[in-house]
């Protein structure tokens, strides 16, 4: 029978996975620079509407539809059709509140993936890409996982998305940004994020969004979802507390970006352990995910010299991958009967199946993503040309500026650009020869 507390969580847990999306926006927005801000935003609301549109149609019937030899779900659920009001099998909600819950899943995959292209991407080729990799890669990942396929039958465990959501989004973004190329100027001058409070107001909306995102996947009002709430909130503030003291180290300096970076790290990493893990553990994956996730934007994308504008591999494809692994150390049936006991409980199988499923979800946003790019850039031109980037995406492809500027004629700053093609001032009120 339908629980009306159930109901009501999961409900509100997918309004709070909703608004992650927005506040990826803004946590995206705040680091580029400001003729590209509205571009950035755009990429993410648009992806809301096009996603839930394409998740009603054909999403959920290929996610969660009659399992076909563990490979995808069969269409007998396209449009929604059968589902009505019946109780979701074995649940006590109606399978209309899982359709709406899982759907706020699949908006914010592949707005996950925009950080890493940033700034260089044409918004016709973005909205393709975007749309055939949530058919063709998002929906058989999540139906390999979490739909009953072949993972599933392995034994993976992924409580809310670090196989599913940060793995698949992170790799397939770092495909892109390296076959798009690097941004204009990227490695010879400084390319710094315009505003660090957006940032700031994103990354908050993210970790409240984020109970929901993990808690929820309880999928009722229940103890579970008490202990996937506890661990999520443990684990962003460890990663945002051994982040902040890495880079003060290193540095010199702990900065209110490196902070915010440092929660979004925990977060992802936990996602796939939530509904596994006790509290404590939940800590040490925090305290681990900040430091590893800092050296992997700091260190290893320098080495490698991928342009990763935002850095969704960075913090999405190796936290993910960090998360989806300690899942296997772990996990333990005393928080969840449904689960497994990882290794440190006494059982590999666990960690074997989270290391198969890793392999398996680079190996489909790598070669997915790539096969995809081909076909989509031979359609419409993906990568916007020099002479755009330089005048910035947002009036390019939008019309629109973030910020009106008021530059003089015939003021010594008019259309004047520094190297990567930023304005030098965005506002310069009254200058004349005269005045300087």
Known sequence: MIDSGDTAWVLISAALVFIMTPGLAFFYGGMVRSKNVLTTIMQSFFIVAMISVEWVILGYAMTFGTDINGFIGALDKIGLAG???????????????????????????????????????????????ILFWAILIYNPMAHWVWGGGFLAQLGALDFAGGLVIHILSGVSGLTLCILLGKRRGYGKTAILPHNVPMIVLGATLLWFGWFGFNAGSALGANALAANAFVVTQAAAAAATVSWVLVEWKINGKPTLMGAASGCIAGLVAITPAAGFVAPMPGVIIGLL????????????????????SLDAFGIHGIGGTWGSIATGLWATTAINPDGADGLFYGDTHLLFA?????????????????????????????????????SGLDIVEHGERGYARSVLTGSPYEGVLDASGEMLADTVLHATPEKG
């Open 83 to 129: 589902v009505g009001m019946n109780v979701l099998e074995g649940g006590t909600i109606p399978e209309l509140a899982f359709v709406a819950f899982q759907c706020m899943f699949a908006v914010i995959t592949p707005a996950l993936i925009t950080g890493a292209f940033a700034e260089r991407m044409k918004f016709a080729g973005f909205a393709l890409f």
């Open 289 to 308: 995910a900040g430091v590893i996730c800092y050296f992997a934007v700091s260190v290893l994308k320098v080495k490698l010299g991928y342009d990763d």
């Open 354 to 390: 989270q290391c198969v499923s890793v392999v398996v979800a680079y190996a489909l946003g790598i070669i997915g993503s790539y096969i995809l790019y081909q076909i989509v850039n031979h359609i419409t031109p993906m990568r916007a040309d020099e002479a755009e980037e330089i």
